[in-house]
């Protein structure tokens, strides 16, 4: 469903994109994605990891259609790209002046992680990274697209040995108007 909405995107202005808006238990949802994942954790042996932010609040408002599948997206591909060590997933809020407050997602790994050219185009469609023969080289485009639908930014960067994709820094993504206050 969401390769479908992404092929038949393009070319077409991301305005066209309007997520749903839901309230949901966000915690909750990101402790569901890492739980599908520990299998294909435990067969190679790597800690999976969430990290929630006890500030964090409990309901969100934004697509968690969406925001699952780009959580999934992220943490997939962290484990495609890991042989040992850790995957770990942290959510924290960023703080914003208005009614709501921002998500940041943050996932990290201990994988061989992005040379700064290959970073550039980490997020194009129907590109893999090197040695990769997995998967159409659509999953972080997803990503990106998801992140602009959601009005946030991604990106990725590598810290010595770690690998990390944020949903605003280290493959990164914030999205405002998701969180919440009080």
Request: aromatic share 4%.
């Amino acid at each position: 469903q969401i390769v479908e909405w992404i092929e038949s995107s393009a070319g077409r202005p991301e305005s066209e994109f309007l997520p749903r808006r839901a309230r949901f238990n966000g915690p909750s949802m990101l402790e569901q994605v890492v739980t599908s994942h520990l299998p294909e954790a435990a067969k190679k042996r790597i800690s999976l990891v969430l990290l929630i932010d006890p500030e964090l609040p409990r309901f969100w408002n934004c697509d968690p259609c969406l925001l699952r599948q780009l959580a999934d997206n992220l943490l997939g591909n962290a484990l495609k790209h890991t042989t040992t060590g850790e995957v770990s997933l942290r959510a924290s809020s960023v703080p914003d002046n208005g009614a709501a407050d921002g998500l940041r997602i943050r996932v990290t790994d201990s994988g061989p992680g992005v040379d700064v050219a290959e970073s550039r185009r980490l997020f194009e469609a129907y590109r893999q990274g090197r040695g990769s023969v997995e998967g159409k080289g659509l999953g972080l485009y997803i990503c990106k697209r998801i992140v602009q639908a959601l009005g946030g930014q991604i990106r990725c960067s590598n810290r010595s040995e770690e690998h990390t994709s944020e949903l605003q820094s280290p493959m990164y993504l914030v999205c405002r108007l998701l969180l919440e206050k009080g």
